[in-house]
């Protein structure tokens, strides 16, 4: 039972994160959220009058809990190898918790990026500079393959991010099923930053 505002506005936003990552923004509806979260649907448009705001609040919600952690990943003063390991598990849990985050951006960050990319990291962005920089200095050092750090970061976020983008695709082409490719995410914490190193290591 639903007691005060607080608690039904974390009961709507915790039944809808729930239902947009089964179903994704649009295969939503707002009873079934509110089924979910066992209230009214009235109480649920009293709250966030239509869905498209209730999923930019579940969005952004996500994304908020996310920044800080990759941000520290990328920032963090350790090896490359390490900071590897830390920057594709922050990506690839952000994304099994939250499987509806990549494609909402796939779909949004084009239409106006700065905007929405400053509005995703609150004015204070990743400094993936800073990991170029030191994608260099060991290319430099000789302790890596020549790369260019662009190419390097991009493999990254592709083989992190792009399996959730991929996954209906990947489920009706490969007969698979939800369970096969959750597993298969799990997997790829490990898996995604040891391909990655072995590509660069001498």
């Known amino acids: 039972m639903v007691k005060n505002r607080n608690e039904a506005e974390i009961a709507i936003l915790t039944a809808a994160k729930t239902i947009f990552s089964v179903k994704g923004k649009d295969g939503a509806t707002m009873q079934e959220i509110a089924n979910e979260a066992g ?28 920044s800080p952690i990759l941000k520290h990943a990328i920032a963090q003063e350790v090896d490359l190898y390490k900071k590897i390991h830390h920057i594709c598990e922050a990506y690839i849990t952000m994304a099994i918790e939250n499987p509806f985050v990549p494609v909402f951006v796939l779909s949004e960050v084009n239409k106006q990026p700065e905007i929405f990319i400053q509005k995703m990291f609150q004015g204070d962005l990743p400094d993936f500079p800073k990991l170029a920089a030191q994608i260099n200095k060991e290319v ?20 992190c991010v792009f399996p959730f983008v ?17 597993q298969l995410m799990l997997e790829r914490i490990k898996t995604v930053p040891q391909f990655i190193i072995d590509s660069i290591k001498k």
């Open 140 to 159: 430099s050092l000789g302790n890596i393959k020549p790369i260019q750090p662009h190419h390097l970061i991009l493999n990254m976020m592709s083989m």
């Open 39 to 66: 209230i009214n649907k009235a109480l649920v448009h009293y709250y966030f009058r239509n869905k498209d705001l209730l999923f930019e609040e579940v969005f952004f919600d996500a994304v908020k809990k996310f």
């Open 166 to 182: 991929f996954k209906p695709i990947f489920i009706v082409g490969m007969q698979a099923d939800k369970q096969l490719f959750d």
